[in-house]
């Protein structure tokens, strides 16, 4: 990998789907190296999967940047590569899932030079793996946050 690219490792866990979840990130950028995560008490795997790239874009401090996103989610992956969510854009995101998740990577996106790229889950990709460490590890934790976007979608009020 280039030295001026950063990259960007993300997984999400959820035990029970829905239940409680969490995510992993893994970023590194020349010879800096910086691990994340969180976990909720109710959440949903594609969710944390998602949120764990929003997290990490939001985390980066320069705009412009140079980024690979690596993730074992074809949910992800395929709804930008094969431009799925722009579709969801123009139908206001009718019958989808996560649609304030998706709302808020739309924000961050454009912000940066991105490529996302899939990686086999539970494999040979170290990094991966470590973030599924950390996503499982976070989703058993004793502080898990409300996913007010999954919780409050689910009591019928309505987010957007």
């Excluded at 490792?9 to 190296?33: E, F, H, L, W």
């Excluded at 912000?111 to 989703?139: P, Y």
């Amino acid at each position: 990998m280039q030295s001026n690219i950063i990259e960007i490792y993300t997984d999400g866990a959820c035990s029970g789907n829905p239940g409680p979840g969490g995510y992993g990130i893994v970023m590194k950028y020349k010879d800096q190296r910086k691990e994340l995560s969180q976990g909720f008490r109710l959440t949903t795997n594609n969710r944390m999967e998602l949120l764990s790239i929003i997290i990490a874009l939001e985390s980066l401090k320069k705009a412009n940047s140079e980024v690979v996103v690596y993730s074992d989610s074809k949910y992800v992956i395929d709804s930008i590569n094969l431009g799925w969510v722009h579709g969801w854009v123009k139908k206001n995101f009718k019958d989808k899932a996560n649609p304030d998740l998706w709302k808020r990577f739309l924000l961050i996106h454009p912000k940066h030079a991105i490529k996302f790229v899939w990686v086999k889950g539970h494999a040979s990709n170290k990094e991966n793996n470590r973030c599924d460490e950390l996503a499982v590890a976070a989703s058993k934790g004793k502080h898990l946050l409300i996913d007010e976007g999954y919780e409050l979608s689910k009591k019928g009020d309505k987010l957007f």
